[in-house]
């Protein structure tokens, strides 16, 4: 079951001696509202279904947010009641909403989500002409972006259409310059506006970003390159990230940062769907390097938070809160 949006909020989590508006992390993409099915099978014959959010973005800050991080959002919605559940979920737990735009014309994008056999789940989007799809360069403003330590986007917002990759390109460009630490996961689906343009849309984006949070294929793609997850981790920084974590599933992930090389192993998990599990990862690692963790913790807290954010079938309604990732990290480090 899902939570009610307002237990999304971690009691625990406090955002004690920040200033009132330093934000640890502003986002820029495309939230969603998400419909679960209640049973598996194809859709026609599933009655009920039931309302989440998501959205690669929005998945990482509400991540952040349950481990007492202060995150921001940049994007549009529409000016309809599922733009209005995304504001208010967001709000909930403490996400910055005021750049939230919300367009009068174009709807709120949605996704259904389709469980077919052993648990594989399949996306199925309308989201084509939604608010998003119109974000623009007139939503990135500098005077929001330094109020961060750190930038966070995707390739799926890079691909949503053109005037979101010139924002996508304007955002990491300011933040860049400004000093925050940019992340970028490519996050490559097909039926996006640039989909099949991924590569050549893509690299050039990577010089502006400091942390490359990638799957395997995803950064072969991204370099023409085939081989071990250290080959390809080096080959990212040719491109520009400093610091380059290779996320490959059940055989864990593999990270990089100029002078350490770590492999963390994929977690045991009560499996019932994969989707999030990446934005799972992305939300521990950043939320413990932001705090001064050395790779191979950082690595070890990602795994934590994707492998929990397996066990349900939403994209992030079982992340940790702070209590239970500090239980759980100890114990990972006990094996
Ligand atoms: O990473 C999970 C997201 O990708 C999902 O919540 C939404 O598929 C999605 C999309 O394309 O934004």
Redesign the pocket.
């Known amino acids: 079951m899902l939570r009610h949006t307002t237990d999304y909020c971690d009691p625990m989590a406090t955002n004690a001696g920040k200033p009132l508006d330093a934000l640890d992390l502003i986002a820029l993409?495309?939230p969603?509202v998400?419909m679960l099915p209640d049973r598996s099978g194809p859709l026609r014959a599933v009655p009920r279904f039931e309302r989440g959010i998501?959205?690669?973005e929005?998945?990482v800050l509400l991540g952040m947010a349950r481990l007492g991080g202060r995150g921001g959002l940049i994007t549009r919605v529409g000016s309809d009641e599922f733009g209005h559940f995304v504001v208010e979920t967001l709000r909930a737990v403490g996400i910055d909403t005021s750049r939230v735009e919300m367009d009068r014309r174009r709807p709120t994008?949605l996704?259904f989500r389709e469980i077919a056999a052993l648990n594989h789940s399949r996306?199925i989007?309308y989201?084509a002409g939604s608010a998003a799809a119109a974000l623009s360069v007139d939503q990135i403003e500098v005077a929001y972006l330094v109020r961060a330590r750190a930038f966070l986007t995707?390739g799926?917002t890079a691909l949503l259409s053109a005037s979101a990759h010139d924002a996508v390109c304007a955002a990491l460009m300011a933040a860049h310059e400004h000093g925050l630490t940019t992340y970028f996961?490519p996050?490559l689906?097909n039926g996006?506006w640039g989909s099949a343009r991924a590569r050549q849309l893509i690299r050039p984006l990577l010089r502006y970003v400091d942390v490359f949070l990638g799957g395997e294929d995803e950064a072969a793609l991204l370099t023409g390159r085939n081989g071990s997850p250290e080959k390809l981790a080096t080959a990212v920084t040719r491109l520009g990230p400093r610091e380059v974590v290779i996320k490959r599933g059940s055989a864990g992930a593999h990270g990089f940062d100029g002078d350490t090389s770590h492999s963390q192993a994929a977690l045991p998990t009560v499996f019932k769907d994969a989707?999030?599990?990446?934005?799972g990862f992305n939300a521990g690692y950043i939320t413990f390097r932001q705090r001064g963790a050395a790779l191979e913790e950082a690595l070890r807290a990602g795994a934590i938070c994707g492998a929990s954010v397996c066990s349900s079938i939403g994209?992030f309604e079982s992340f940790p809160r702070t209590d239970d990732l500090s239980v759980l990290m100890s114990d990972a480090s006990a094996h």
Do not use: F, M, Q, S
């Open positions: 993409g495309e969603l998400v998501a959205g690669a929005c998945n994008g996704y996306p989007y989201r995707t799926i996961d996050n689906r996006l989707v999030g599990a990446g934005d994209d």
